[in-house]
């Protein structure tokens, strides 16, 4: 991750959700399924509706089914590992996984002992409107941005050097949210 991409995420209070590694055959079909539903489900309510997803990485889950998990780099002690050159050995934060950007204000979170937050929503969903951006490595952003287009969807996509492809114009990856 570079500064500007981590002074970003801390300044504007930015959570993140990685929903899959671009090898991993069923991370597009995420991606689709999380805009078809208007937004994060739990792994619980995924399962109402019929949708079975593969839990974290090698199958661990470290909350429960009902709750999203959550990322957040502004806690202090991230910050040195997410600068370093060796930060993509840091999980949940991987070069290779889609992430999406989400505004915090109006979530109900509560701390977990072994991720850096959980989302604590009585229905499991962490709708659209939260979502500021999303982080993609580079060979996905074509693919992702013409998914967007032709749904109509205006969210920002970032690569990992933090250059952003918004959709309506060309913006500064310096943008603060409004």
Do not use: W
Request: charged share 20%; with cysteine; proline share 6%.
């Amino acid at each position: 991750m570079n500064e500007n991409l981590y002074k970003y995420l801390c300044d504007n209070k930015l959570l993140l959700h990685g929903i899959g590694e671009i090898t991993e055959i069923d991370t597009f079909e995420k991606f689709v399924s999380i805009f078809k539903n208007g937004g994060l489900l739990s792994k619980e309510r995924l399962k109402e509706i019929g949708i079975n997803v593969e839990g974290k990485v090698s199958g661990y889950r470290a909350v429960p089914e009902s709750v999203i998990s959550l990322f957040d780099p502004a806690l202090p002690q991230f910050k040195k590992t997410l600068l370093s050159p060796h930060c993509y050995y840091f999980l949940p934060f991987h070069p290779n996984v889609i992430f999406f950007m989400i505004d915090r204000s109006r979530l109900n979170l509560k701390p977990n002992e072994t991720t850096s937050y959980e989302i604590d929503e009585v229905d499991g969903f962490i709708p659209l409107s939260n979502f500021v951006g999303i982080l993609s490595p580079l060979e996905c952003i074509q693919p992702l941005q013409e998914f967007l287009i032709n749904n109509n969807i205006n969210i920002p996509l970032y690569d990992f050097d933090f250059n952003c492809n918004n959709l309506n114009q060309n913006v500064q990856s310096d943008q603060k949210l409004k």
